[in-house]
């Protein structure tokens, strides 16, 4: 569905105590948002309205509040003596209060009323597989896929520059700090029936390099090296699956990593696999997951392959990948889509291939350059003479980014849809059918399945809680777990890298964990077999 970031932009006496996420009402004019963004020095609150007809009065007063909810879910949801309770809304709680100074619609709004507008750029996001939509705060996995490393190879990330007849493949597209593949992309309108229902979409991508077929063909794009892989903190969020050779070690990018860390590290070198903590980016990054490839090409010194554990049945067709659209215009991406690059450097002065983008008084920067710069003049179209140098110097060839004083990273409209199905794929052009967010949740409703005999729960996760192996007591009882690690046949596993659920009721009884199982005994329904 569509919706922009933001709507109005209030300047207040006073911007402290408001917190993005909390509702904001006006005493007067009772209209009532969300706030999107707070900044405190500026005093400037960005709010969503919840009616686009009602509009703040300034002068008024306007004052936020947060919910307060009550209930016990989470603590009592696995114990014996409570049932379940669900969390519910209880009051609201006054947070700050100010008055409204003078307020203007987002940059966003302006530019979209505007008589003469600069390029729309579409930045499409595609999520798979959608449990692992959206990331948190820190850029890590959530929901189903929370512990997890991303697949590898995405998000994979696009840009549509539409509106310009002088767009190209050599555009820069970076926005909040992301930087999109320009693509050409067909996709058609999004448009609403009678009945209230967004109509399915047809997105059609150009295949360039068979990029796209090497995605929608490959089945092993969902899964985890179960031989080999480690836990990592990456920005304060153990995630698992990770390539020992890629991770990070230095406080800035990884943080501390902690005890499990550590000990499966331990175990993996004990096993005869050889590798450095200083080859960090060994693919090409920190914090890499495995792919199937890395996982069977033996990358232990004894010449042992690893095991991998496929996570989807099928992930071909990426069928219930989650696209996500951001709409928003050319003049605020971080930089400016159209540059020339470096043929020499000497001094403050930049000598480029061509300097039809530049303008004197342009602030400039490489593609690698931890300062900016100044353009003063330009002399033979292609000598830029800069206000400093750029640090550190740019190399022969390099791109030389104008940035954008005109970026907002928030003013932007958004769609969220799932792929329902690939509609066609051929040398040139790959073409899938969207459907809305919610229209897809309905078709999967409900969620967790009334199985007999399986167990739908992550082991060891939040709703398992076995604390083993090696003893531990059942949270819940007075049980203690199978001091013996058990493998996926429910027999007794060589070691701890070998304990893997067997995702049945034998599985929870062999470790005494039983009153956690996660599947419904009572029911007569099982999995057909494969």
Request: with cysteine; aromatic share 10%; hydrophobic share 35%.
């Amino acid at each position: 569905m569509t919706a922009r970031n933001y709507d109005v932009i209030l300047t207040v006496a006073d911007a402290a105590n408001f917190i993005p996420g909390n509702s904001i009402v006006g005493s007067t004019s009772a209209t009532v948002g969300f706030i999107a963004n707070v900044n405190i020095t500026t005093k400037q609150i960005k709010v969503k309205l919840n009616n686009v007809v009602q509009e703040f009065h300034t002068s008024e007063t306007i004052t936020s509040k947060s919910a307060v909810i009550s209930g016990s879910a989470n603590g009592a949801i696995n114990t014996l003596s409570l049932p379940f309770q669900s969390n519910v809304f209880a009051s609201e709680t006054t947070t700050a209060t100010t008055t409204i100074a003078s307020q203007a619609p987002s940059p966003y709004i302006a530019e979209k009323n505007a008589f003469t507008q600069n390029p729309i750029v579409r930045l499409f996001e595609i999520y798979y597989p959608g449990e692992w939509f959206p990331i948190d705060q820190f850029g890590n996995p959530t929901e189903d896929g929370e512990g997890r490393a991303w697949p590898v190879n995405f998000p994979l990330k696009f840009a549509d520059v539409a509106g310009d007849l002088v767009s190209d493949l050599q555009y820069n597209v970076t926005y909040d700090g992301d930087s999109y593949i320009p693509f050409p992309v067909d996709i058609s309108n999004i448009a609403q029936g009678t009945d209230g229902k967004i109509n399915e979409l047809n997105l059609t991508i150009f295949n360039v390099d068979n990029i796209i077929s090497a995605l929608v063909e490959d089945p092993f794009i969902v899964g985890n090296n179960i031989t080999w892989s480690c836990v990592a903190n990456v920005n304060g969020t153990p995630c698992h699956g990770i390539d020992p050779r890629t991770i990070n070690f230095t406080p800035s990018q990884v943080g501390n990593v902690g005890e499990q860390a550590f000990d499966t590290l331990t175990r993996a070198r004990a096993n005869g696999f050889s590798y450095s903590t200083a080859i960090v980016g060994y693919y090409g990054q920190s914090n890499a997951s495995w792919n199937y490839e890395q996982t069977i090409t033996s990358p232990a010194t004894d010449g042992t392959k690893g095991v991998w554990r496929s996570l989807k049945d099928d992930s071909r067709d990426l069928q219930g990948a989650v696209v996500n659209i951001k709409t928003t215009f050319a003049n605020f991406l971080d930089v400016w889509p159209e540059h020339s690059s470096v043929k020499y450097v000497s001094g403050g002065v930049v000598e480029v291939y061509n300097s039809m983008p530049y303008r004197v008084g342009d602030t400039i920067k490489s593609a690698s350059s931890t300062n900016t710069a100044t353009i003063n003049t330009i002399e033979e179209n292609r000598f830029l003479f800069i206000s400093n140098d750029l640090t550190p110097t740019p190399n022969l060839g390099e791109n030389i980014f104008i940035v954008n004083a005109d970026a907002d990273t928030e003013s932007f409209m958004e769609d969220r849809f799932k792929i329902n199905q690939l509609e066609s794929l051929g040398e040139t052009t790959a073409s899938f059918n969207l459907v809305t967010w919610l229209q897809y949740f309905k078709q999967v409703t409900p969620r967790r399945k009334y199985y007999k005999n399986t167990c739908q729960w992550q082991y060891k996760g939040e709703e398992c809680q076995y604390p083993g192996p090696g003893g531990g007591t059942i949270p819940g009882t007075s049980l203690s777990a199978n001091t013996n690690p058990i493998g996926v046949d429910n027999t007794t596993a060589s070691g701890p890298e070998g304990d893997i659920c067997g995702k049945n009721i034998l599985a929870c009884t062999l470790r005494n964990n039983s009153i956690h199982f996660g599947g419904f005994p009572a029911t007569g329904r099982t999995i057909p077999k494969q």
